[in-house]
């Protein structure tokens, strides 16, 4: 088995509106095109990003594309006659794999990760359009026929309402959901009130992943402030992981992952270079802490970073070289390409094969390219 752990399908210019019921369509987000054609996210008469169609290995293009965009200028194409059919058709997207020489995929929304900030102070629109993906992601996993592992959209703002949508994608079929890294209405994710998210994530057999998205910032929106960049800026692509490694932190040293040691966390695209470093500084710094006081914050049974080998699990790009940080940290990183955002490869197994040594074989490693993800799916 090979497993791409990292995926994109694209929502159709109507998604939302399509998976939401009838009282709600006017909370639901839309693609609509400018005055000279420009293809554009919106909620509500306001653009949240261009809609674009990326190409693995080509930000340059995309940037020019925006630029023109963003100067009221005419595209060189439309929107809908360059959209290639795999990129949001789950049975396209099962050639693309066969192709690609893969077995599985992770698939996550595309437009999903620009929106959920922009949206923040409207829970009720939130929900809306949560809930649309999620009855899409439904219908994508049956229609994926057990290859497309489609990622659910999740907030822990209101707790009946999770319950209620992990019912949904439990009996759908589906096992991964996204959720924000970051405060929730300014309580850390292990706050007690969050006890109950966590428990029903392993009740209903899902699992909570992080992944790069316009969500609550780990720092204050004053040090973006010059950036004209609206959801993706560069400090926060210089720290992509930072938020991810504070929230991961906050859930072992608090006791999360030791009250509910079937909780399971998956990272991706949020890079792993730093785990290796962050496992080292999580078991020091809550030793020197518990020095210091003469108790740990929280009584663990395990070392912290045990916790982190035991329930999380983090795609690593090739370039990262997973043979070595595996041999630092352990067994705990997943095979994944990106496809087709402009920051990915076209060609991933060979990406592996040149860059990752002793682990560029998926025969030679098995919890890299399958054996993880499975794990996280509970497969």
């Known amino acids: 088995m090979i497993i791409d752990a990292d995926q994109h399908l694209f929502e159709s210019r109507t998604t939302w509106r399509d998976h939401a019921a009838a009282a709600d369509r006017e909370h639901t987000l839309a693609i609509v095109d400018d005055d000279v054609g420009n293809a554009w996210l919106t909620w509500q008469g306001c653009r949240i990003v261009l809609a674009d169609v990326t190409l693995p290995g080509e930000p340059e293009a995309v940037g020019a594309r925006l630029q023109r965009a963003l100067a009221g200028e005419r595209p060189e194409a439309r929107y809908d006659d360059i959209l290639p059919r795999d990129y949001w058709d789950p049975a396209a997207r099962l050639e693309t794999l066969d192709a690609l020489g893969l077995d599985q995929s992770v698939v996550f929304p595309n437009y999903g990760l620009v929106w959920e900030r922009v949206l923040a102070d409207d829970l009720d629109a939130t929900r809306v359009n949560m809930g649309a993906w999620n009855r899409w992601a439904v219908a994508a996993a049956r229609e994926g026929k057990g290859r497309l592992l489609p990622v659910a959209h999740l907030t822990l703002r209101d707790l009946d309402f999770l319950d209620e949508q992990l019912r949904l994608l439990a009996a759908g079929g589906v096992r991964l959901a996204m959720i924000s890294p970051g405060l929730v209405d300014g309580r850390r994710l292990s706050h007690p009130d969050h006890d109950r998210a966590w428990a029903a994530f392993v009740e209903h057999g899902v699992t909570p992943v992080f992944h790069v998205a316009n969500v609550t910032r780990p720092f204050a929106d ?43 966390f998956g990272i991706m695209e949020l890079s792993a270079i730093w785990v290796p470093m962050f496992l080292q500084y999580l078991d020091g710094g809550v030793a020197f802490h518990e020095r210091l006081h003469g108790r740990p914050i929280v009584e663990l049974e395990l070392a912290p970073s045990e916790y982190v080998r035991r329930q999380v699990r983090i795609a690593a790009f090739s370039y990262e070289r997973p043979d070595h940080l595996t041999r630092q940290a352990g067994d705990l990183f997943m095979f994944c390409s990106d496809y087709p955002h402009s920051e990915g490869t076209a060609d991933p197994l060979a990406d592996y094969r040149e860059r990752a040594g002793t682990m560029g074989e998926p025969a030679a490693a098995p919890g890299l390219f399958a054996d993880n993800v499975s794990w996280l799916v509970r497969n």
Do not use: K, M, Q
């Not at 210089?238 to 006791?255: K, Q």
């Open 222 to 264: 004053a040090w973006f402030e010059t950036d004209p960049e609206p959801t993706n800026p560069a400090l926060a692509s210089v720290f992509l992981w930072a938020g991810a490694a504070l929230g991961l932190a906050d859930l072992v040293v608090n006791g999360v992952l030791d009250r509910h040691p079937d909780l399971r």
